[in-house]
T-cell receptor, first 113, second 114 residues
């Protein structure tokens, strides 16, 4: 079956540091890949997505590239801000499973000033 | 209403009681989903509905039931709550008919079963 493995947290960084959160997946076929973000007390919001190999998703300074050869979709940001503190979820969408999402366990990120 | 609403925001429930979590969306999305979020486990799919009148089981359906009488509403019922159902529950929806459309999430319901 499908699965997503992401870097365990929590992750604590200083403001302006470089961020990487690792995500790898197992899936049949060609899934779409997503990063969702959950700010404190809120539901999940889509941060970025990529629908095919070598696509790069980007939003709010975050980027992730769909790497089919390594089955990875690592999230990166060059300079994090305090406002980026949140829980980040990697997910895949199974095109043969009615687009149901399979999530990783989430990575809590805290940015300190 | 804009997007997805869930009610109640939070609830404390005695074990054995029946509880219905409500979810309403105004985006005319075909597909709707219920997830539970537990620490260290991420989000797990409970039930889903691809269109009004149809439902399907997700990864962790036991102890839960759903109905989809119309496009907008997708209630989740716990017939006889147990402490292991203590969790945060999220409803989501997606516009079907195209590929790779994102799921939109509600704000969640925090449920505690004692």
């Amino acid at each position: 079956g499908n699965s997503v493995t992401q870097m365990e947290g929590p992750v604590t960084l200083s403001e302006e540091a470089f961020l990487t959160i690792n995500c790898t997946y197992t899936a049949t076929g060609y899934p779409s890949l997503f990063w969702y973000v959950q700010y404190p007390g809120e539901g999940l919001q889509l941060l970025l997505k990529a629908t095919k190999a070598d696509d790069k998703g980007s939003n709010k300074g975050f980027e992730a590239t769909y790497r089919k050869e390594t089955t990875s979709f690592h999230l990166e940001k060059g300079s994090v801000q305090v406002s980026d503190s949140a829980v980040y979820f990697c997910a895949l969408s199974d095109p043969f499973g009615n687009e149901k999402l399979t999530f990783g366990t989430g990575t809590r990120l805290t940015i300190i000033p | 209403i804009a997007g997805i609403t869930q009610a109640p925001t939070s609830q404390i429930l005695a074990a054995g009681r029946r509880m219905t979590l409500r979810c309403t969306q105004d985006m005319r999305h075909n597909a709707m989903y219920w997830y539970r979020q537990d620490l260290g486990l991420g989000l797990r799919l409970i039930h889903y509905s691809n269109t009004a009148g149809t439902t399907g089981k997700g990864e962790v359906p036991d102890g839960y039931s759903v109905s989809r009488a119309n496009t907008d509403d997708f209630p989740l019922t716990l017939a006889s709550a147990v402490p292991s159902q203590t969790s945060v529950y999220f409803c989501a929806s997606r516009r079907a008919g195209g590929s790779y459309n994102e799921q939109f999430f509600g704000p969640g319901t925090r449920l505690t079963v004692l």
